[in-house]
């Protein structure tokens, strides 16, 4: 074998490896932009009855509307998950340096 025959089947090989390489990124690539049709097939509500309202606990709210502020400074549910989420912050940096702090809670 001559020099010229070996640089042709590494340029061969290089190019054969390459094109591989670009063809199964080309079908990983398709297969992602499938995934924003994934949501649509696996839910099971119709799109008609999902817009336009919100639930929000027991009430269903139209688009742009907001609760009364005396349904949120009553709702047990709510103080429940900040309480929750300020233990789980404490309880886990309980032995490193920086340490959540939590400074105020304020209802908009």
Same mark, same amino acid.
């Given at each position: ?15 054969? =490896?390459?094109?591989?390489?670009? !063809? ?5 690539? %398709?297969?992602? @932009?499938?995934?924003?049709? /994934? ?17 929000? =606990?027991?009430?269903?709210?139209? !688009? ?5 502020? %005396?349904?949120? @400074?009553?709702?047990?549910? /709510? ?17 490193? =340096? ?11």
């Amino acid at each position: 074998m001559t020099l010229a025959d070996i640089f042709s089947k590494a340029i061969l090989h290089t190019m054969l =490896g390459m094109g591989v390489v670009f !063809a199964v990124l080309v079908f990983i690539i %398709s297969i992602i @932009s499938l995934f924003k049709y /994934l949501p649509g097939l696996l839910d099971k509500e119709p799109k008609a009855d999902r817009e336009g309202a919100y639930s929000a =606990g027991d009430a269903t709210l139209a !688009a742009g509307e907001l609760l009364p502020a %005396s349904d949120l @400074s009553e709702d047990l549910q /709510l103080i429940a998950v900040i309480t929750a989420s300020v233990l789980a912050c404490s309880t886990q940096d309980a032995g490193s =340096g920086d340490a959540y702090r939590v400074r105020s809670i304020r209802r908009v």
